[in-house]
């Protein structure tokens, strides 16, 4: 089955910095879903990726899928409290609904 | 548009107790999912369905039973409630299988005490 390992775990960033979060699949990815929970609600769906090497950006949130589609990547660059929440990237494995990481913690602090 | 309705929001139950998480989507989805999110480890499949009348099993679906009457609504049933139910449940919705987002609902906090 296919895995998803997430890092950081968690993060505090000071407002205004960059950051960048990860996500490593164990087999190759045929689609990756990154989504935002903020604190005691759903899931929020940023993006998603198919092709080796794409890149989608919205707003300061940039995400990229590494050319040989196993590892994404999720930029934000100059950090806002709006940012905080739990990003977690989810997997399509071709014939069952999206496994998803365990989640990335961040915090913007001021 | 509502998008996914989860109720309740909040649920407090005895251990041995049943319940029923409700689960409507007013988009014209196929399929539908019932996912668990517990501290620290990310979300779980529970059950999820392709079409009404047709469902299956995701990866942790012992103590749980769904059904799939019509399109739109998909509720989980939990029978003879134990702790380690305790979690938040999710449902999403989405047109197809693949290659589409998934639209999430708020919610719903289960503790079993």
């Known amino acids: 089955s296919q895995e998803l390992e997430q890092s950081p775990q968690s993060l505090i960033v000071q407002e205004g910095k960059n950051l960048t979060i990860n996500c490593t699949s164990s087999?190759?990815?045929?689609?990756l879903y990154w989504y935002k929970q903020k604190y005691g609600e759903g899931l929020i769906f940023l993006m998603m990726?198919?092709?080796?090497?794409e890149e989608k950006s919205h707003e300061k949130i940039t995400a990229k899928l590494d050319e040989k589609k196993q590892q994404s990547s999720l930029h934000i660059t100059a950090s806002q409290p709006s940012h905080a929440g739990i990003y977690l990237c989810g997997a399509d494995p071709g014939n069952t609904p999206l496994v998803f990481g365990k989640g990335t913690r961040l915090s913007v602090i001021a | 548009n509502a998008g996914v309705t989860q109720t309740p929001k909040f649920r407090i139950l005895k251990i041995g107790q049943s319940m029923t998480l409700q689960c409507a989507q007013d988009m014209n989805h196929n399929y539908m999912y019932w996912y668990r999110q517990d501290p620290g480890m990310g979300l779980k499949l529970i059950y999820y369905?392709?079409?009404?009348?047709?469902?299956d099993k995701g990866e942790v679906p012992n103590g749980y039973n769904v059904s799939r009457s019509t399109t739109e609504d998909f509720p989980l049933r939990l029978e003879l409630a134990a702790p380690s139910q305790t979690s938040v449940y999710f449902c999403a919705s989405s047109s197809q299988g693949a290659n589409t987002e998934a639209f999430f609902g708020q919610g719903t906090r289960l503790t079993v005490v």
């Open positions: 369905s392709v079409g009404a009348g047709i469902t």
């Open positions: 990726l198919q092709k080796g090497g």
């Open positions: 087999k190759t990815l045929y689609g």
